[in-house]
Nanobody, 114 residues
């Protein structure tokens, strides 16, 4: 059983930045994958970025060069630094943790608007 708590969402102007955080607790395995997914209104949930416990990363093409995922294994926490935000980044962002199964956070709203 794993619990995920996200923070850092909010309203930001186009071109601005936000940093999302997600702390995992419970039965944590040292080898795992943590990441961020998002779902915009009327669209399917999509992968934003993910990172393995040894630091390997993967990004959606739409966020490459703008977003950076990182993690602190000692704190079981994953971060998503989002720069150069635009309106298409508006979505609910969900934190994920996975080993043999996946766990999800409740989601945090990111709204990019002027």
């Amino acid at each position: 059983q794993v619990q995920l708590v996200e923070s850092g969402g909010g309203l930001v102007q186009p071109g601005g930045s936000l940093r999302l955080s997600c702390a995992a607790s419970g039965s944590i395995f040292s080898i795992n994958v943590m990441g961020w997914y998002r779902q915009a209104p009327g669209k399917q949930r999509e992968l934003v970025a993910r990172i393995t416990s040894d630091g390997r990363t993967n990004y959606a093409d739409s966020v490459k060069g703008r977003f950076t995922i990182s993690r602190d294994n000692a704190k079981n926490t994953v971060y998503l630094q989002m720069n150069s935000l635009n309106s298409e980044d508006t979505a609910v962002y969900y934190c994920s943790y996975s080993t043999y199964r996946a766990y999800w956070g409740q989601g945090t709203q990111v709204t990019v608007s002027s």
